[in-house]
């Protein structure tokens, strides 16, 4: 599944394309996405495009009064291809502007296309989102107040979307590495240190992710059709069995909230 970086990544690179254009038609050929493209969208037809923002996982182009939100979902990507391009079987919606279209591609059809009259936050699935883990708002205070009294694991944590939002498995693996911290730490025994570590690592990672392009594991591509290569340099993600390229210990795999975790025995205490 695309995550914060694979997202953040998408909206860079499609930005520049759309702002500031007009849209001149709305393409949609499977309605039948996570949920069902509401007729409205149509009425984005002959609405600028005044900016491309992205929350958590969610990508929001801001059209006049209303805005469109996208997900990518488990398959998703976000294509910037010229006018009049053949779609292909999992082309399920093309955003189309004089010069060039934005095109949704989706095997799985896991991701959505919303639409809200007004304000994003106002959208039930964007209310209760919380801090972006790359904004100033994440530091090592918020993280330990946040944590205080909490029993869940510290993975568990940072992959609710009501607490740091956008932190999916795989950055979540790599972050606890980065800081040190075995992944089912309980989240309300780290120390204002350890929080200070794991945010600082967060965000190195997540930076990282992006300037790497991302990781294409499946099918996420960039929105010019080339693939991430942060996949190439995971430190403990899906490298159960190998050794730590920090201490050489074989890692490990284990199993929390049904998702794969991965750890260094020696490293992450």
Not at 114 to 125: F, R
Not at 206 to 234: E, M, W
Request: some cysteine; charged content about 30%.
């Amino acid at each position: 599944m695309p995550e914060l970086p694979e997202v953040e990544i998408t909206r860079r690179g499609i930005s520049a394309h759309v702002t500031g254009r007009t849209v001149a038609a709305v393409e949609v050929r499977e309605p039948r996405l996570r949920w069902r493209i509401p007729e409205p969208v149509r009425e984005l037809v002959g609405r600028k495009v005044r900016a491309v923002r992205r929350r958590g996982k969610y990508l929001v182009l801001d059209c006049d009064d209303v805005c469109l939100i996208l997900h990518l979902g488990m398959s998703g990507s976000l294509r910037v291809l010229p006018v009049g391009t053949p779609p292909q079987k999992h082309d399920h919606f093309d955003l189309v502007f004089h010069d060039c279209m934005l095109r949704l591609r989706d095997p799985r059809r896991f991701g959505s296309v919303l639409w809200i009259q007004g304000p994003e936050d106002g959208h039930p699935l964007l209310a209760q989102l919380g801090i972006e883990p790359l904004s100033d708002e994440l530091d090592g205070a918020r993280l330990h107040a946040l944590t205080r009294g909490r029993r869940t694991s510290i993975k568990g944590f940072l992959m609710d979307g009501r607490n740091v939002v956008g932190v999916g498995n795989i950055y979540a693996n790599e972050s606890l590495f980065r800081a040190g911290i075995r992944p089912s730490r309980r989240a309300g025994s780290l120390s204002l240190e350890r929080c200070t570590n794991l945010t600082r690592a967060i965000k190195r990672t997540l930076q990282a992710a992006i300037s790497a392009g991302g990781s294409s594991l499946r099918d996420f591509v960039r929105s010019d059709g080339r693939p991430g290569y942060f996949q190439n340099r995971y430190r403990v993600y899906d490298r159960a069995g190998k050794p730590c390229r920090r201490c050489g210990a074989s890692i490990r795999r284990a199993v929390q909230g049904q998702r794969a975790t991965f750890y260094c025995p020696a490293c992450q205490r």
